[in-house]
């Protein structure tokens, strides 16, 4: 196994010693990481790097290496290296040992959050897809889930042309009992909403010497009614009570929710739900009875061997229970 800790020191250096050509954001981040390693030691420190640490079973390991080791040992799917297994570069061996190396003493992360920004064509796809991976099968949590955000949909289906078969969240209640922001009809030629009155609710009120896009950090646009409009209307106590006007957020990629709204409305969403269960099952099944915390078969080849052998298991014990039907119970009992 390579020693990826080492390899994200010796970036961290090369950044701050000037080698590599970076963005003030990444030789910040650097020189927080090398301040964090001198000034977090020994057993009264509140965090640890990469320490290691004992599953339920007791098996020992490192938490930033077995990331890096796992994601290694997948294959790209895509592209002239398709096949091959993943190979890390120094600065995603970075990113990856500093978010997950830092525990604490309780053996819960340090970090819960963090924003990574690279340019395009620098396998963000590839890293993040075998990050949900990890965090889905491997990371020794049960029932864990992985959420996708509103610019994974619309890449998914304006980018890739694939039907989204994924539930969306919706937050358009509101917990005043005013009126919802699903009750206000969009109208996509004017770009506006109208209210139930039939007022509008407009990203802007007045043309702009220099255009404005309104898009705020979170990728929203935020329409508000007129005040007048509000001051005036009937059922104000109803729709905005708490505030002058009423205001609603919208998604800049709200016609990519819409796809999956409308899928989630036909049979095939249903059986594609239903599927997804008996799948998401083996997958809790796998990682509550067998344990395959980490992968023990190096290469391609054993990953593949060791995830044939978990799944026979899997299909023996439920052929075993449709043999002998309550044989397991009796067993237990006996027991």
């Known amino acids: 196994m390579r020693t990826y800790a080492v390899i994200a020191r010796q970036y961290a250096r090369a950044v701050i010693a000037g080698k ?18 001198d000034r977090f030691k020994g057993k009264d420190s509140p965090y640890r790097f990469n320490p290691k640490l004992t599953d339920k079973l007791g098996r020992s390991f490192y938490p930033a290496d077995n990331l890096c080791a796992f994601i290694e040992r997948l294959p790209h799917v895509k592209g002239p290296l398709a ?67 509103a610019s994974m949909l619309d890449w998914i289906v304006n980018k890739k042309d694939i039907a989204p078969h994924v539930p969306v969240w919706e937050r358009t209640g509101r917990s005043d009992g005013s009126l919802a922001s699903s009750e206000f009809t969009w109208d996509e030629h004017a770009n506006e909403y109208r209210c139930p009155q039939g007022n509008p609710l407009r990203s802007q009120w007045r043309p702009m010497k220099i255009p404005r896009s309104h898009i705020t950090q979170a990728d929203t646009i935020i329409y508000r009614a007129s005040q007048m409009d509000c001051e005036h209307c009937s059922i104000k106590d109803r729709c905005c009570p708490n505030t002058p006007v009423r205001k609603i957020t919208r998604s800049i990629h709200e016609a990519a929710r ?20 008996k799948v998401e099952m083996l997958f809790a099944h796998l990682k509550r009875i067998l344990k395959p915390d980490r992968l023990r078969l190096r290469g391609i080849k054993g990953a593949q061997d060791e995830f044939l052998m978990a799944a026979t298991a899997q299909n023996l014990r439920r052929m075993a229970k449709w043999l002998v039907p309550g044989a397991e119970k009796g067993a237990m009992t006996t027991t």
């Open 83 to 149: 096949g091959t297994p993943i190979k890390l570069e120094p600065w995603q061996v970075f990113i990856l040992t500093t978010v997950f190396g830092w525990i604490k003493p309780d053996g819960n992360r340090r970090f819960r959050r963090s924003y990574i920004e690279v340019p395009r064509g620098n396998a963000k796809s590839t890293l993040s897809s075998a990050l949900a991976l990890y965090m889905l099968a491997a990371d020794g949590e049960g029932g864990a889930e992985v959420y996708g955000t």
């Open 20 to 37: 590599m050509p970076t963005c003030k954001w990444v030789r910040a981040a650097c020189q927080r990481q090398l301040d964090d390693l």
């Open 258 to 277: 819409n796809v999956a709204r409308a899928i989630s409305a036909t049979p095939e969403y249903l059986q594609s739900r239903k599927d997804r269960k």
